[in-house]
């Protein structure tokens, strides 16, 4: 089956820093999702971005579809960044499922 | 409004024990998911039903039965509760069942407990 890997696992950084998130999958998609998991557990949708760039206030994410990557970026973080983020996808060929990577847990220092 | 809404948000339970856990999405989606996080974060889907019917069902104990009374509501009953079905269940929603996909919602999760 496809495989999705994020990177880096851990991310450590004080406010205000900027990061980049990465999402690499073997396979061609039909659909990609980031998500972000906060401290409480909540599963909260951040892009549906099968392709191309988006943008949403202080985050924005670009979707490669041909060189099966995509990128999140997080500018001028906060506090209230730190969590889990997922990358997901639905592979094409048929398949239904939404598969998941093991995530990039980002923590964001005053 | 609670778009995706899953009771109860905890679950403390004895091993052997049936528990269930209810999902409601109010978004008029025709495809709703039950996903599992285990502890180290990681997460698979389980089941998903379109409209009522089922489409997806992982390799998942048959101890796991998901019934769908309407296409509002995903149930989740589990039998014989085991030590390692400690985890975080997830229900989601999304629009229709089409290509491409479209964007998936989550609930808030269950928070499963055996002991």
């Known amino acids: 089956g496809i495989q999705v890997e994020q990177s880096p696992p851990d991310l450590i950084l004080q406010e205000g820093a900027n990061s980049t998130l990465r999402c690499n999958f073997s396979?061609?998609?039909?659909?990609l999702q980031w998500f972000h998991q906060n401290p409480w557990g909540q599963l909260i949708n951040l892009f549906y971005i099968p392709s191309g760039t988006k943008q949403n206030g202080r985050l924005s994410a670009t979707t490669v579809a041909t060189e099966r990557y995509s990128l999140l970026y997080i500018s001028s973080s906060q506090t209230t960044d730190s969590g889990v983020y997922f990358c997901a996808v639905l592979p094409q060929g048929g398949s239904e499922k939404l598969v998941f990577g093991k995530g990039t847990k980002l923590t964001v220092n005053p | 409004d609670t778009a995706v809404s899953q009771t109860p948000k905890y679950l403390v339970t004895q091993m052997g024990n049936d528990k269930s856990i209810k999902c409601e999405q109010n978004l008029g989606h025709d495809t709703m998911y039950w996903y599992k996080q285990d502890s180290k974060k990681f997460l698979k889907i389980m089941f998903s039903?379109?409209?009522?019917?089922?489409?997806i069902n992982e390799t998942v104990p048959n101890r796991f039965s998901p019934k769908s009374p309407d296409k509002a509501h995903l149930n989740l009953h589990i039998n014989s509760l085991e030590l390692g079905d400690s985890a975080v269940y997830f229900c989601?929603?999304?629009?229709?069942?089409?290509?491409?996909?479209?964007?998936?919602?989550f609930g808030p999760g269950t928070r499963l407990l055996v002991l």
């Open positions: 989601a929603s999304s629009q229709k069942r089409t290509r491409p996909q479209e964007t998936q919602y």
């Open positions: 396979d061609s998609v039909n659909n």
């Open positions: 039903y379109n409209n009522k019917e089922l489409i």
